[in-house]
């Protein structure tokens, strides 16, 4: 447990831009893509729209509602605890992508808007073998531009966390409360990501809720966020704090140093939005036809 405690601390004193910087070194330019594991689906995945399902709205608890082994020495970390107090919140029904946004997707973007590339790429392209990888090494600005090229935005933090979490209530994970095991998530790993939708999907047919790469939210980040959410006003469609430095990233990535913990839906990281780190992609969201929208900001 101690152990545990003083792991967790490190992490978190090291800071997020920290550890979100720190695999770069980790990430080797001759690493070797891992190949694509077999699609493990079985149930045939319902698409509101090409490539995006539909996140049904309604309320659920958003947060942590289980303790940290450790979490009640005195001295534990508070930035740990922003994830806590758990409280209601009510979304409109929303699509979201099913999965990451790949290289191969983000490579029509760049070639037909000009939009710079990520600063990996050779010659302004992504390695062979990896079309179907995540796109990593992009800025929140990046992603923002990416989606309003396909029509579509990021998904707000509230938002994400329902997809993550599916149907089901209070869990750990997109899949419950089982550790996370190589069928469920790609993660400790040190070579890189891997291709999309190659784990389990969660109950709604996401991919990758957990793990692959960090995926960038629209929210500003406040460590006291969810403290601070009182009026009754914020439990409908939060949209987080007005204004701040950092934006959030959730689900967790696929660099080793990053534990079991950083993949649970309630988990949340955060990065100055110019960061570029090769554990960092996203994902988009759009309102759904005829729902109120979700994120004007
Ligand atoms: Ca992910």
């Known amino acids: 447990m101690v152990r545990f405690a003083l792991f967790a601390a490190l992490a978190l004193l090291w800071g997020p831009g920290a550890w979100a910087a720190d695999p770069k070194e980790a990430a080797s330019q001759n690493a070797k893509p891992q190949a694509a594991a077999a699609e493990s689906s079985e149930t045939p995945v319902k ?11 309604g309320d659920y608890v958003r947060g942590r509602s289980y303790d940290w082994p450790d979490m009640r020495f005195k001295w534990y970390p508070n930035p740990a605890k922003d994830d806590t107090p758990i ?40 390695n062979e073998g990896e079309a179907e990888q995540p796109v990593a090494n992009v800025s929140w600005d990046d992603a923002v531009a ?21 149907g089901l209530e209070q869990k750990k994970y997109p899949w419950g409360d089982a550790e996370p095991t190589e069928d469920l998530a790609h993660y400790g790993k040190t070579e890189g990501p891997t291709a999309v939708c190659g784990k389990k999907r969660n109950e ?23 403290a601070d959410f009182t009026a009754p006003e914020d439990v409908e469609n939060p949209r987080g704090p007005k204004e701040g430095l950092y934006r959030v990233l959730r689900g967790g990535g696929w660099f080793a140093g990053q534990s079991e913990l950083f993949m649970t839906c309630s988990y949340r990281s955060w990065a100055l939005p110019a960061e570029r780190s090769p554990t960092m992609g996203f994902r988009c969201a759009k309102d759904a036809p005829g729902v109120m929208p979700a994120a004007s900001k």
Not at 47 to 57: N, Q, T
Not at 146 to 166: D, F, M, N, V
């Open 87 to 126: 409280g209601p919140v009510v979304i409109p029904t929303f699509h979201m992508d099913e999965a990451e946004v790949t290289n191969g997707k983000y490579a029509e973007f760049v070639s037909q808007t000009g939009h710079r590339p990520p600063f990996h790429w050779i010659a302004g392209k992504f």
């Open 146 to 166: 990416y989606c309003a090229w396909q029509g579509k935005r990021l998904p707000t933090e509230a938002e994400w966390e329902k997809a993550c979490r599916g």
């Open 204 to 226: 709604l047919g996401l991919c990758d809720m957990a793990g692959n790469v960090w995926e960038w939210v629209q929210d500003y980040y406040s460590t006291t966020y969810y």
């Open 47 to 57: 698409y509101a729209e090409p490539g995006m399902i539909e996140v049904p709205g």
